[in-house]
């Protein structure tokens, strides 16, 4: 078992930088593939970004990439995403999220198990 706690959201202007983090509980944590996805008022939940579970693999969405960096800290059970050039489209709740098995490697929301509780980011313009 997995559990997920986000941190590091907040208001902040557009062109700015926010680092979220999220922490995770249980023996297996490294093992495991983490996501971040974002979900907009009156969107669905979306894909941001992805690690596999070495660190070794990242993908991210079209809309962030170049922006936007995941990082996994096996040692501290945490997972990093740091936000620069921040956009006001960019405000949305933060989820972090672990694949359902481990080692296994996706991007799609329903792959993932384990979900924290979401961070609120605002960027305002």
């Known amino acids: 078992q997995v559990q997920l706690v986000e941190s590091g959201g907040g208001l902040v202007q557009a062109g700015g930088s926010l680092r979220l983090s999220c922490a995770a509980s249980?023996?297996?944590?490294?093992?495991?593939?983490m996501g971040w996805f974002r979900q907009a008022p009156g969107k669905e939940r979306a894909f941001v970004a992805t690690?596999?579970?070495?660190?070794?693999?990242?993908d991210y969405a079209d809309s962030v990439k170049g922006r936007f960096t995941i990082s996994k800290d096996n040692a501290k059970k945490t997972v990093y995403l740091q936000m620069n050039t921040l956009k006001p489209e960019d405000t949305a709740v933060y989820y972090c999220?672990?694949?359902?098995?481990?080692?296994?490697?996706?991007?799609?929301?329903?792959?993932?198990?384990?979900w924290g509780q979401g961070t609120q980011v605002t960027v305002s313009s």
């Open positions: 999220a672990a694949h359902r098995f481990p080692t296994y490697y996706s991007y799609l929301p329903t792959d993932f198990g384990y």
């Open positions: 249980g023996p297996t944590f490294m093992r495991y593939a």
């Open positions: 690690i596999s579970w070495n660190g070794g693999t990242t």
